[in-house]
């Protein structure tokens, strides 16, 4: 279920760039989608190095001299995060092959770190490069494999990781995603030379899901742990650069009004907020607290993973709590969206006020239900799948 625009984004790529980035976290499937594509559509020869094997980490001895025999070649390097001084020489072979020219894509790279962090560790690829992210499984997705049956509550519960989504019942995917946080923890975080104890960001990790939805405290987060204030932001964007962590950020228009200015903090997969507060079946979700803000970060995540990237995106907030959750903008357009659980959705005043303070043309409820209708002042309360099928009109 890998979405068809990614697919025809990569193949584009595949042919107009001489590098090319699929960027997600681990497990969302970026080799498996990047094997079938190349192997299907690049009509030369098609070579695999994974950077967490040691046998192929040793070939890296002498990088330049080994890369150099891939001519006329697309090398995929999986994990290349690993490496981040390969970019220097890839941005030098680029340029030596462009003047022979080779201009069809060279090197497919993978990773499971965000391009941002890509960026500061390694020289730039600027001109060279297109980088796509592969997330995982949409309401988009599924819902088209079966539209009559599907329901997004199982995909709600478990999250869209493939392996946890698909498990054959709800104990397996549990598991699924206890061993996920463990290796991250354990693994993961510390192959990018971040120096945690496994302990602490796991706990730190859980303390966060705490906060979804919500502008964390920092002080009260590094008071617990017994670490700096500098320490809990290190730990936020280390999470946020392996994708696991959302931070959106708060609308920065032109007001009168005081508004809140920290980023609000999401658990990007609610299957994984959902082990990490111990919520281990559907039943138990419905009756936690975490249940608005889970659902709010759901939509959240399938909204803007369909989003195209001429849009801006923010949530609004002012000091007396006026709010908006996600606010939409692109040249004069300013769409105002609430989330709800609720199949009765209601509105509050503040909601208005606040879509007149940004100057809202659109204004949308999408909630839980099915059913589009009109409600009051020019609002429209529209289903989830609905409205992602709206966004693409």
């Known amino acids: 279920m890998i979405p068809r625009l990614l697919t025809n984004q990569l193949i584009n790529a595949l ?41 192929d980490l040793a070939k890296l001895d ?3 001299g080994y890369l150099r025999t891939f001519e006329n070649k697309l090398l995929i390097i999986d994990e290349v995060q690993l490496k981040p001084h390969l970019f220097k020489i890839l941005r ?10 080779e201009n069809a894509c060279q090197f497919l790279l993978l990773g499971s770190a965000s391009r941002d ?14 980088y796509l992210e592969l997330k995982p499984f949409s309401v988009s997705e599924v819902s088209t494999q079966n539209p009559l049956e599907f329901s997004p509550e199982k995909l709600w519960f478990r ?10 019942d709800d104990d397996e995917s549990w598991q699924w995603r206890s061993d996920f946080i463990s290796s991250y923890v354990e693994r993961d975080i510390p192959q990018l030379g971040i120096n945690v104890s496994r302990t602490r960001m796991e706990k730190f990790w859980k303390m966060l899901s705490h906060y979804q939805g919500q502008q964390i405290n920092m002080s009260s987060l590094a008071k617990s742990l017994e670490v700096s204030h500098t320490s809990i932001r290190n730990y936020l964007d280390v999470l946020t650069d392996l994708y696991m962590v959302r931070q959106l950020q708060p609308w920065s228009g032109n007001t009168k009004k005081r508004l809140v200015k920290s980023p609000k903090i999401y658990i990007r997969d609610t299957g994984i907020l959902h082990r990490l507060l111990s919520i281990s079946n559907y039943d138990d979700l419905l009756g ?9 970060g759901f939509v959240i995540e399938n909204i803007l993973g369909s989003l195209p990237d001429r849009w801006n995106v923010s949530y609004y907030r002012t000091s007396e709590q006026t709010e908006i959750d996600l606010v939409l903008e692109r040249s004069s357009e300013v769409w105002a969206i609430e989330i709800k659980r609720s199949s009765s959705p209601k509105i509050k ?3 208005h006020r606040a879509c007149e303070e940004i100057n809202a043309t659109r204004k949308f409820v999408v909630y839980s239900g099915r059913e589009r209708f009109p409600m009051s002042e020019n609002t429209e309360a529209i ?11």
Request: aromatic content about 6%.
């Open 159 to 168: 999250g869209g990781f493939p392996q946890s989504y698909l498990a054959p």
């Open 62 to 64: 002498d990088a330049e």
């Open 288 to 296: 936690h607290p975490v249940l608005g803000h889970s659902w709010e």
């Open 117 to 130: 962090l890509l960026q500061q560790t390694s020289e730039t690829l600027a001109g060279r490069i297109r």
């Open 349 to 351: 005043p503040g909601f």
């Open 383 to 393: 289903g989830l799948v609905e409205f992602l099928k709206f966004m693409q009109t």
């Open 92 to 101: 030098g072979l680029i340029d030596l092959r462009k003047r022979s020219g």
């Open 15 to 55: 042919h107009s760039m001489p590098a090319v980035a699929l960027l997600g976290p681990r497990q969302v499937g970026k080799t498996t989608l990047a094997l079938e594509i190349a192997q299907a559509n690049i009509e030369k020869p098609v070579s695999y190095l994974d950077l967490e094997l040691d046998t």
